[in-house]
């Protein structure tokens, strides 16, 4: 039985992931509490798509040379609450990002690549491509973030290397679709199942997802890290706040951020509370500011309001 407050959420199904990797062994995963599965151990976004939660059953099916040794440490790790050691971050975090109202100019943060200039190849070539991006975003994810955050990074680098995604994406590579298409179209799926699930805290992670697919559209593409935030001074707004961007934000020019979609939960959120950036999430009227305009956000009310 699961004792985790968030249940089997991304931190802890990486964590059971990676534990199981280096096992001769097949294992599979299902839900006793709601019947949900079986799914294959080794992928991050089937085990997280059982949606566990706290005082649910996960059963265990484990075959092969070493299914003995993966189920032992499968109980070491349910033993170990499955590393999830961190605790609240919506509690804890909310104390370090300013509550009272902060005033700038809005500054409109598109996170999207130009793709205009990628020019497809031959199959052989298209895979090299994706086996390249996929390395390069590994490599940036880990070096992201040090101390406890880095968990969500690991947890990001963890779904970037879910055999599904590399089954998917090199089958239609296969099929005559460049890298950039084959990524895009295999992540974009997955996020959509995670934006279904019925747990709201397992739905941000399709956030989570995206992001993945806008970094492997950097990689793909050549663009820089920062996609081009080099801004002035203001008031980020974004469609919504990925890890990463709220990780790497330059704090002297970020002064605070506003989204159109997502909530408290979200790693991104999560991160830029941590570094103590204003916040006001998920407010669709916000993508009627126009760059420049100058706005107050007020982060205790999460709300925001044009200054005439």
């Known amino acids: 039985m699961l004792d985790n407050p968030h249940g089997l959420h991304a931190r802890p199904a990486a964590a059971l992931v990676s534990a199981l990797r280096g096992f001769d062994a097949h294992v599979e995963l299902s839900n006793v509490s709601t019947g949900a599965g079986a799914v294959d151990a080794s992928s991050l976004s089937a085990v ?10 996960m059963r265990v099916r484990a075959t092969g040379p070493e299914a003995a040794g993966a189920r032992a440490a499968l109980e ?18 909310d104390t370090a990002a300013p509550t009272g109202p902060v005033r700038g100019p809005v500054r409109i943060v598109a996170l999207d690549a130009d793709i205009s200039g990628y020019r497809p190849a031959d199959a052989a070539t298209e895979q090299r491509r994706l086996d390249e991006a996929l390395a390069a975003v590994d490599e940036h994810l880990r070096a992201a973030a040090p101390g406890p955050m880095a968990a969500i990074f690991g947890a990001q680098a963890e779904m970037l290397a879910d055999p599904v995604l590399a089954r998917k994406t090199s089958r239609r590579i296969a099929a005559g679709d460049s890298a950039l298409g084959a990524a895009s179209a295999v992540l974009g799926e997955m996020a959509t199942g995670f934006d279904k699930l019925t747990d709201p805290y397992l739905r941000e992670r399709g956030q989570d997802v995206r992001s993945l697919r806008r970094l492997l559209v950097l990689a793909l593409t050549g663009a820089d890290w920062s996609d081009g935030r080099e801004v002035e001074p203001g008031i980020w707004v974004l469609p919504e706040l990925d890890a990463i961007t709220a990780a790497t934000a330059d704090m002297e020019r970020c002064l605070g951020m506003i989204t159109t979609t997502g909530g408290r939960t979200g790693h991104g959120a999560m991160i830029a509370r941590s570094r103590g950036i204003p916040l006001v999430l998920g407010v669709p009227d916000a993508s009627m500011l126009a760059d420049g305009e100058l706005v107050e956000i007020d982060p205790s009310a999460n709300s925001f309001r044009r200054v005439r």
Not at 83 to 88: A, L, M, S, T
């Open 76 to 93: 070491q790790l349910a033993a170990d609450h499955f590393g999830d050691h961190i605790e609240n971050p919506t509690t804890n975090e």
């Open 48 to 57: 997280t798509g059982l949606q566990l939660r706290e005082g649910q059953v």
